[in-house]
C-alpha cells in the first residue's frame, strides 16, 4: 500500500506527559498537513509542511504542539504537557505542490486519549 | 469565511441514487469544490473534486450549479459500504476548512 500512514494508531497517556506522532507521507508528494478532529466534528486543520519548511500554522497550535518535517519525508507531530482537551483524532494528509490545486490524501489517523 | 452548509443527515435506499446537497455561497471563481467522505474511525477519503463543470469518475458524480454557490454529489447506487459522513469543502490556499458534513445512512 502506497498510500499515507501514520504511527501509532492508538495511544493512551496520562495527563502532563509528552507524546509523539508520525506521518509518513506518499512518496512523491511534497506537501503534508496535520489536522486534528474531535467527537462529532470535521476535521481542523493545524499545520501544513512544503518539502521541509513549515508554512503555515492555525492559531489551534498551542506552544506546547511541535510539528517538524526535518528532511522533507515523513513528519513528526509532538505534544508537550498533554491535557485532557488535547484526545483527539489527529490526522496527517498529503498533497503534490506543482498541481494548480492540490488533492489531500489522508492517512487513517492517531487516536490520542489523555486520562 | 470559507464555510460550507450541508444537512445534518440523510437517509437513502440501497440501490437507489444518494444526492447529497451542498450550498458554498462565499466559493471565488479559482476556488475547488472537494468531496470526502469518512467511515467511522477512518481518515477522510477522497471522492471528487470541480470547479465549473460537472464531473464523473468510478465512485460518485458531481453536479455544481451555473453560479458555483451550490453542488449535489450523486452516487448513483448506493451500497451499504457508502454508510459514512460526507464533507463538502472549500480548497482555500492551502488549507481545507471542514464543517460537520452530513451522515448518509443507506438502509437496506
Known amino acids: 500500500d502506497t498510500g499515507v500512514s501514520q504511527d501509532p494508531r492508538h495511544k493512551i497517556t496520562k495527563r502532563g506527559q509528552n507524546v509523539t506522532f508520525r506521518c509518513d507521507p506518499i512518496?512523491?508528494?511534497?506537501?503534508l498537513y496535520w489536522y486534528r478532529q474531535t467527537l462529532g466534528q470535521g476535521p481542523e486543520f493545524l499545520t501544513y509542511f512544503q518539502n521541509e519548511a513549515q508554512l503555515e500554522k492555525s492559531r489551534l497550535l498551542s506552544d506546547r504542539f511541535s510539528a517538524e518535517r526535518p528532511k522533507g519525508s515523513f513528519s513528526t507531530l509532538e505534544i508537550q504537557r498533554t491535557e485532557q482537551g488535547d484526545s483527539a483524532m489527529y490526522l496527517c494528509a498529503s498533497s503534490l505542490a506543482r498541481r494548480a490545486h492540490g488533492t489531500q490524501y489522508f492517512g487513517p489517523g492517531t487516536r490520542l486519549t489523555v486520562l | 469565511d470559507a464555510k460550507t452548509t450541508q444537512p445534518t443527515s440523510m437517509d437513502c435506499a440501497e440501490g437507489r441514487a444518494a444526492n447529497l446537497p451542498c450550498n458554498h455561497s462565499?466559493?471565488?471563481?479559482?476556488?475547488?469544490v472537494y468531496w470526502y467522505r469518512q467511515i467511522h474511525s477512518q481518515g477522510p477519503q477522497y471522492i471528487i473534486h470541480g470547479l465549473k463543470n460537472n464531473e464523473t469518475n468510478e465512485m460518485a458524480s458531481l453536479i455544481i450549479t451555473e453560479d458555483r454557490k451550490s453542488s449535489t454529489l450523486i452516487l448513483p447506487h448506493a451500497t451499504l459500504r457508502d454508510t459514512a459522513v460526507y464533507y463538502c469543502i472549500f480548497h482555500r490556499g492551502n488549507q481545507f476548512y471542514f464543517g460537520t458534513g452530513t451522515s448518509l445512512t443507506v438502509i437496506p
Open positions: 462565499t466559493i471565488s471563481g479559482n476556488e475547488y
Open positions: 512518496s512523491e508528494h511534497n506537501r
